[in-house]
């Protein structure tokens, strides 16, 4: 069991979230799986093929644009090549009324699973969530993100209208929707997939 500096940890309701190896403990300071992690566990997502240097370029947009949203962009300097990505970023903003209402928050659902929504705001009368992406996009991005709708519906007491994902790329953007009945399918795997994973770990004679 880690006990965590307190230099190192974001802590919201019952998770701690170690930022520098972006690991979840919930308040018994027992770690639970990201999603991602998860993911990769069951053999679902795979980024052994990931271009060497995309999570750190991705990191750095995912920063520029909170800080953005968070109006402290000019106290900032960015790195150079987030801004393209920033400014696609400033465009979909613009075209779909999306007014955020917070980044970056991290959870954990209680069947045992960690996740960060990117961002949840309104369009219109909606509330929304949208997971973004800086590289490709995989199936599994779906699961990922009813993962996050299951945290956040269960932890935050917000009910979410509509899931989407938001492909930035330097000279454009992709927006795409997450039917809900579609939603509820990923809901259900995504359970099934947590339940399994506490089971491998309870009976499991590998550690």
Not at 109 to 118: I, K, M, N, W, Y
Request: aromatic share 12%; charged share 25%.
């Amino acid at each position: 069991m880690l006990l965590l500096n307190d230099k190192t940890r974001s802590i919201h309701g019952k998770c701690i979230f170690d930022k520098e190896s972006h690991r979840y403990f919930n308040h018994e300071n027992i770690e639970v799986p990201a999603i991602s992690n998860l993911l990769k566990h069951f053999g679902i997502l795979d980024d052994r093929f990931y271009k060497p240097g995309s999570a750190q370029k991705g990191t750095y947009i995912h920063a520029a644009i909170e800080l953005y949203l968070n109006g402290t962009l000019e106290n900032y300097s960015v790195d150079p090549v987030a801004l393209p990505y920033l400014e696609q970023f400033k465009k979909w903003k613009e075209l779909s009324n999306f007014e955020p209402k917070y980044t970056e928050t991290h959870l954990i659902h209680s069947l045992g699973f960690g996740v960060t929504p990117d961002w949840r705001g309104t369009t219109g009368n909606q509330l929304i969530l949208v997971e973004g992406k800086t590289g490709g996009v995989r199936k599994w991005i779906k699961l990922q993100i009813a993962a996050q709708k299951m945290a956040v519906e269960e932890v935050l007491k917000e009910k979410i209208d509509q899931c989407y994902y938001l492909q930035l790329k330097p000279n454009g953007f992709v927006f795409r929707d997450i039917p809900a009945q579609e939603s509820k399918v990923n809901a259900s795997e995504v359970e099934a997939l947590v339940k399994a994973f506490w089971v491998q770990r309870k009976y499991g004679e590998k550690d």
